[in-house]
């Protein structure tokens, strides 16, 4: 089948974690003899702000990792939806798109017809945010794919969708795997590494209560990767003896956990309290490259993991401290969370699992 993606971006995954899945599933789809064409703004604010740090060189670099996907920049004055749709089979919309594209792409589909139309949710803007996921103008789309029971539910409830399925993000194995420190490039090298952004004042507290005083207390050699961090942010890890590494590329996350002893889980204060059962999807690419991960309070509601096997899980900053230093100083409680992590995701949750979910939701849409 030919399918049509249009995102936020595939080139860029600056503060973009849409990205990393995204990027799995079209290689897997590829894999598989589909024909896959994404289309995502010239303007992406994702991909502006990369090239404003980085420059071209990280797009190159993007480009060697992935060697089969691209995308076609478009601008919204003049993208051909007529040439772009003419052979698609099935569409998917993500929700970082102008409003004005989601609707154009329902009016088509309505006039046209022929495709799946499927709209894709990977945020906590439905509960922030309520008023401009209401906005979206989804009366002649097919579903919303939600990467969460609890989302799922909220668009059938809010009457914002006549259908909608849960299709949870997920590992791409092919780059998330297991690397030996031998085996890896040389990377920047400690015994914590966390990949994260600050964000929006969505998890301060939360960073230094599981994350700052923990490394500091413990004396813990820590690194941290991520974008948007405000100058107070910076002079707080500074202070707790962490370094602060700026930008990783989702693909060069691997290398880097190999050359670490553990990892840590700060969810976003929405997904904590309002969406429960939703991780990032750090999570399982954590557990993808077998590194030992604490995860500050997160209720897993839809029993995606076995918390306490594939991960432990702190309740406060002093459980936080204490579950760090069981798995720094026994290997065998870091290698049985690094084996039973490992075999959950490749059991259950990587991008071949998604993409066959997506497959069997496309032939119930064509059978309906």
């Not at 007529?82 to 004005?100: G, K, P, Q, R, Y």
């Not at 979206?136 to 794919?145: E, P, R, S």
Request: aromatic residues 10%; glycine residues 8%.
């Amino acid at each position: 089948m030919h399918f049509v993606f249009f995102v936020h971006s595939l080139l860029s995954d600056w503060n973009h974690g849409n990205a990393h899945f995204l990027r799995g599933v079209l290689t897997e789809l590829k894999a598989r003899g589909h024909r896959v064409t994404v289309y995502e703004p010239r303007d992406a604010w994702s991909l502006q702000n990369l090239l404003d740090e980085h420059g071209e060189a990280a797009v190159e670099g993007f480009r060697r990792a992935y060697p089969g996907l691209d995308s076609v920049r478009y601008t919204l004055e003049t993208l051909d939806l007529e040439a772009a749709l003419a052979d698609a089979d099935v569409v998917i919309v993500h929700e970082w798109n102008a409003h004005a594209l989601v609707s154009r792409i329902g009016r088509h589909r309505a006039d046209r017809g022929g495709y799946r139309l499927l709209f894709h949710d990977t945020h906590h803007r439905a509960v922030t945010d309520p008023g401009a996921m209401a906005a979206y103008d989804l009366a002649h789309y097919d579903g919303v794919l939600a990467f969460g029971q609890v989302l799922r539910d909220l668009y059938l409830r809010e009457g914002w969708a006549r259908q909608a399925w849960t299709w949870h993000e997920a590992a791409d194995v092919r780059v998330f795997k297991p690397k030996k420190e031998s085996e890896a490039p040389a990377a920047v090298a400690g015994d914590l590494v966390w990949v994260g952004n600050w964000g929006d004042d969505e998890r301060t507290a939360e960073l230094h209560a599981f994350l700052l005083e923990p490394v500091k207390r413990l004396g813990l050699k820590a690194n941290v990767f991520g974008v948007r961090y405000p100058p107070e942010a910076k002079v707080a890890l500074a202070e707790a003896g962490i370094a602060y590494r700026g930008w990783l590329p989702n693909y060069a996350a691997p290398d880097v956990f190999a050359h670490h002893r553990v990892t840590v889980h700060v969810p976003r204060g929405p997904y904590a309290r309002s969406l429960p059962g939703i991780p990032t999807i750090r999570v399982f690419e954590a557990l993808a490259c077998g590194i030992p991960l604490v995860s500050a309070p997160w209720e897993d509601a839809e029993g995606l993991f076995t918390p306490g096997a594939d991960y432990l899980v702190a309740r406060d900053g002093a459980e936080m401290e204490k579950h760090l230093r069981a798995v720094l100083c026994d290997p065998g409680l870091a290698g049985d969370l690094i084996a039973h992590g490992i075999r959950t995701i490749r059991s259950r949750h990587t991008c071949a699992h998604r993409v066959e979910e997506l497959l069997a939701i496309c032939q119930q849409v064509a059978r309906d």
